[in-house]
Structures are given as structure tokens and as C-alpha cells.
């Protein structure tokens, strides 16, 4: 009802300021300001100029905006492959950098320079293969470089050396969490299926697999620093993608297939949190807060947690409305700490053992589903924020 108030009020709003406009028009008849249709030399000079405002508009935000914004980018690279991406990275910005200074000079002073005068025609000017073959080949040679050194990145970083000794984890994507899954002792993911979805078995593995027997399925993912682990990704709904921002690594999760992606960590969570330009970042986080939380309890609202730092794995699709909150927090571990977290780690075949020793009592009950309950209540409160 609000919105329909609103777009009659906005509708009678343009009504008035036409009828408004044509009443001005009326004034103006049989004054001898210059109504024409056509661009004097004054017109353009004013346009000339304001081009070359316009051009030191663009400079002087690209300066502010490499100051202002410049520190919040993503800092270290965690993983072995990392610095690979970022100069791949660096070197394509550093390029755009120069190509565009030099362009947007020469299109804005050039406007400037031909811009309209009286009673001057346009040079016909049919073409110059010199010029043409200039712009044409050195375009040509510095895209060529930058696509074959990224495809040289790409295939280094993509590939893994089946005989290599690396963790297999499986990341299983929902709307709207993850779940990892361990491959156990010998290192090979049971098979799963979509319809194999019961109780506590929340990924669908087949519990008949020899494979699945020693598989683990956890909420917190951790990592050893140090060694290659090997993500296969598996989703259950829509496209997600598995982000891991501070590894430089991302794959999408596609319904009904496995991708996959392997990179090493080079540090472990704890070394991360105490490296200065981390502590800084998180003082400055943490003194956000603390500022907010001044504000927050005089309003008689809880103050803000403060915050530490940790690696997470985020969803880098649209999934959903609560695409934003899909996360997993991830440790890096050294590998001794390591071993010892997954060791204490229940299989998912006990779970489920476990689980329906204590259903069998309850006759004719419908079989509940504790853990997916818990996250779809979580959801939910999420979404009514
Ligand atoms: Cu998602």
C-alpha cells in the first residue's frame, strides 16, 4: 500500500514539474536569449574544458582511491602457489595502469584540441597502415605474453602428481554451509550419492564402499602446513564456488560433478595471526568495534566480540539469500597438531552406528535428523536479521 502512495505521489511529482517546464518555456517567448539548436563556439569551448575537468577528475580519484583503498587489499599470499597468482596479478594491473594513463590523456586533449569551431570543416582522413599496424601489433604482443604466461600459471598451479603424497579432502557444498570429508587412512573417498542422503549421513556415502569405511565428515576444516591437500569439490543444490581468499585458490562446486583444486600451505594459522601487518589490521578492526560497541550498549544492546584473525573457505557464488554467510573457518596446523586434531575424529560409519543404536527403541518413530535441524534452524535465524 506504501509503495503504491509512493509511486502516485513520484507520478504527480513529474506531472507538475512538466507542466511546470512548459509554463517557463512560455515566459521566454519573444526574448532574444539564443534558443537555437546548434552548438556555438562558446558551447563548445565549454565542453572542451570540461573534458580536461573531467580527465583530472579520473586522475585524482585513482590517486585517492590507491591511498584510501589501497591498504584493504589481500595481503601475503598462505599458499605455495600464491605469489605466482599475485604477481600474475600485479603485472596485468601495472599494465592496465599504463595503458590507461597514456590513452585517457591522449582522447581528452585531443577532444579538446578538435573540438568545434565556426565555419571550420572536419579533415577527411581515409586510413594509415603505419598507425593501424602500430596499434594493432603491439596490442596484439603484450596480450599474447600476458595470456601465455597465465595459461603457463594456470597449468602449474592445476596440476597434481597422482603418485604425489597429498591430502584428499572433500568439500560438499549446500545452501547454504559446507562440510569436509576426509578420506581416512587410505586416503580414497567412499563413493556418495544424492540418494544416499539419510540421518546423520549428511553427504549421501555410500557406507557399503570398502573406501568410505575410515571416511570423516567435520564442520571446522584443518589443514597441515606444508603438505599438498587435495580438494574435491561436490555440491548438493545450485552452483557454488569454494573460495579460500587468502590461499589465492577458487573452483566452482557443480551439481552433479566433481571439480577439483590442490595447493600447499606455507603458514599456519597462529604464524599469520602474528605477522605485523595482521596485528595491525585486526588493532584496527578491533578498535572499530570497540568504537561501535560505545554506541551499541548506550542504546542497551550487547557490545560487539572482538575480533581475531582466521583463514576461511567463502562461497564466491550468488547461492541464495543467505549466500553472504556461507563459510567455513579453516585452521592450518602445524602436522603434528595436526594428526593429533584428526585423530580423536569419529568415522562417519560409527556415527551412523551410534546413531541408530539409539533410534532402534523408538518404534514406528520417524527417523530425526539432528545436525541438518540445528543448521536449518541456524539458517533461518540468519535470514530474519
Ligand atoms: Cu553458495
Not at 211 to 228: F, N, T
Amino acid at each position: 500500500m506504501t509503495s503504491l502512495l509512493i509511486i502516485i505521489v513520484l507520478v504527480l511529482l513529474a506531472v507538475a514539474l512538466w507542466q511546470l517546464t512548459k509554463i517557463f518555456d512560455l515566459t521566454q517567448v519573444g526574448s532574444t536569449s539564443d534558443d537555437s539548436q546548434v552548438a556555438t563556439d562558446d558551447d563548445n569551448n565549454v565542453q572542451g574544458y570540461l573534458m580536461f575537468g573531467f580527465l583530472a577528475f579520473i586522475y585524482i580519484f585513482t590517486i585517492y582511491g590507491v591511498f584510501a583503498w589501497g591498504p584493504l587489499v589481500l595481503h601475503t599470499p598462505a599458499s605455495e602457489h600464491g605469489s605466482l597468482i599475485d604477481s600474475l596479478m600485479n603485472i596485468t594491473w601495472v599494465l592496465i595502469f599504463i595503458v590507461q594513463a597514456v590513452t585517457q590523456v591522449l582522447l581528452h586533449y585531443f577532444s579538446f584540441k578538435y573540438r568545434g569551431r565556426k565555419d571550420q570543416k572536419a579533415l577527411y582522413f581515409a586510413d594509415n597502415n603505419k598507425l593501424e599496424a602500430i596499434w594493432s601489433i603491439i596490442p596484439a604482443v603484450v596480450l599474447a605474453g600476458l595470456i601465455l604466461y597465465g595459461l603457463y600459471a594456470w597449468t602449474n598451479i592445476m596440476f597434481v602428481d597422482e603418485d604425489e603424497d597429498t591430502i584428499v579432502v572433500e568439500l560438499y557444498a549446500q545452501q547454504f554451509k559446507w562440510t569436509a570429508r576426509y578420506a581416512g587412512a587410505d586416503n580414497v573417498l567412499g563413493k556418495a550419492n544424492v540418494r544416499l542422503i539419510e540421518g546423520v549421513n549428511t553427504l549421501g556415502v555410500d557406507l557399503s564402499d570398502p573406501y568410505a569405511q575410515d571416511d570423516i565428515i567435520v564442520s571446522e576444516l584443518h589443514i597441515p602446513k606444508g603438505k599438498k591437500v587435495h580438494f574435491k569439490m561436490r555440491s548438493q543444490d545450485v552452483l557454488h564456488s569454494a573460495y579460500f581468499p587468502h590461499f589465492r585458490a577458487q573452483m566452482n562446486c557443480v551439481p552433479g560433478m566433481v571439480t577439483e583444486f590442490a595447493f600447499t600451505p606455507i603458514y599456519t594459522t597462529e604464524e599469520y595471526q602474528a605477522m605485523p601487518y595482521m596485528i595491525d589490521k585486526v588493532a584496527n578492526i578491533n578498535a572499530l568495534r570497540a568504537k561501535k560497541s560505545i554506541e551499541l550498549v548506550a542504546k542497551g544492546e550487547t557490545a560487539l566480540d572482538p575480533y581475531t584473525f582466521d583463514y576461511l573457505l567463502l562461497c564466491n557464488k550468488i547461492c541464495g539469500a543467505s549466500h553472504y554467510n556461507m563459510q567455513m573457518k579453516v585452521i592450518v596446523d602445524t602436522p603434528e597438531d595436526y594428526k593429533k586434531w584428526l585423530s580423536d575424529k569419529a568415522t562417519l560409519v560409527s556415527e551412523v552406528k551410534a546413531a541408530n543404536a539409539t533410534q532402534e527403541p523408538v518404534e514406528g518413530g520417524v527417523k530425526s535428523d539432528s545436525t541438518q535441524s540445528k543448521d536449518t534452524v541456524a539458517v533461518d535465524k540468519i535470514a530474519m536479521k
